[in-house]
């Protein structure tokens, strides 16, 4: 009797255990499967492909190295840092200037292809961010634990879900909400087109010394594991490391090597005491790579209605 009990009890366990596997592959089609969850744990199956896109990067020893697939991955770094800082976070997440549909759509994209999740999952977990920046209910202070603040947040359940209550306002662009759901096809599509491009050039200009598999390698799993740890920085360095010039009630810093490595937001201590900001360097000095870029744009008419800093915190010191 013991006996049976015991085994019905394994194979329960090992049934949950299994629709817990299948569910978390499931989620890697459909993110919008995730459903809402208080587990704070690490779920080990989500984490088998960020490790694989990490241990990815060792094929550089097979596949070797050429200046053509070196620029490759610096212009692949540099063009999504700016998706992500420009729009991810200071548009999508904090709507600090306005810009034509077409556009949102192709550099929602281009933030997509950085394997950081959709537009959605990113600004709403954000938003958060700022409303409990450093509190309890931040998911991912790092008060609660400097890894967890860098990459143990976004791997474990509970922050698995898009939170579409925080981004109500995005929900009515289907496109949006299609990258959003299928957050893996754009990175898939940039993976394969590193791998033709590489193949086409092989093929063509056989004098740049690369090929397919190398332009995959540098292109894709290197730039994006560099591009992935940088943005991270914002999270656990960012409100560790640096000088406070506001005293706002979080742990933010300015910081400007950080600033340098992702365009500009390591003025983060700048950005929590006036989020609203398109600029996050608030002096001349503050080097903001995103802020130039945009200002850019806006000469051109692809951006508008960029909103500045009050003067009265430009000169303030703490
Ligand atoms: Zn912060
Ligand atoms: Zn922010």
């Not at 600004?123 to 400097?146: I, K, L, M, N």
């Not at 491009?197 to 894709?220: D, I, K, R, S």
């Not at 996050?280 to 909103?307: K, P």
Request: hydrophobic share 45%; charged share 20%; aromatic share 14%.
């Amino acid at each position: 009797m013991v006996g049976i009990t015991l085994l019905t009890r394994t194979n329960f366990t090992g049934n949950r255990f299994m629709k817990q596997i299948l569910t978390t592959i499931a989620v890697w089609f459909d993110s919008w499967k995730a459903k809402e969850s208080e587990d704070d744990r690490i779920d080990w199956v989500r984490v088998f492909p960020f490790v694989v896109m990490h241990l990815a990067c060792l094929a550089i020893f097979v596949v070797g190295v050429s200046p053509a697939a070196v620029i490759i991955a610096i212009a692949l770094y540099a063009l999504r840092m700016f998706a992500i800082t420009a729009f991810y976070h200071r548009y999508f997440s904090h709507r600090s200037f306005v810009t034509s549909r077409p556009i949102q759509f192709l550099f929602a994209a281009l933030g997509a292809s950085s394997v950081q999740r959709g537009p959605l999952w990113w600004a709403a977990h954000h938003r958060r961010h700022h409303r409990y920046s450093d509190e309890s209910q931040d998911s991912h202070s790092p008060r609660h634990g400097f890894w967890h603040s860098h990459l143990g947040w976004f791997l474990n359940r509970r922050n698995l879900r898009t939170r579409t209550e925080e981004v109500n306002e995005l929900l009515r662009y289907p496109e949006l909400v299609w990258l959003d759901r299928f957050d893996l096809v754009v990175p898939i599509f940039l993976a394969c087109l590193c791998l033709l491009t590489g193949t086409l050039m092989e093929a063509f200009a056989p004098g740049l010394g690369t090929n397919g598999p190398q332009v995959l390698v540098w292109g894709f799993f290197v730039s994006t594991v560099i591009l992935y740890h940088a943005t991270f920085t914002i999270n656990s360095l960012a409100h560790r490391l640096g000088s406070q010039r506001f005293p706002t009630r979080d742990d933010s810093r300015n910081n400007f090597f950080l600033a340098l490595l992702t365009f500009g937001e390591g003025w983060h201590n700048n950005h929590h005491r006036y989020p609203g900001s398109v600029r996050q360097g608030f002096r001349w000095w503050e080097i903001d790579m995103t802020y130039y870029l945009l200002r850019m744009m806006a000469s051109v008419g692809l951006v508008w209605d960029l909103r500045g800093v009050p003067e009265r915190l430009r000169g303030r010191q703490r």
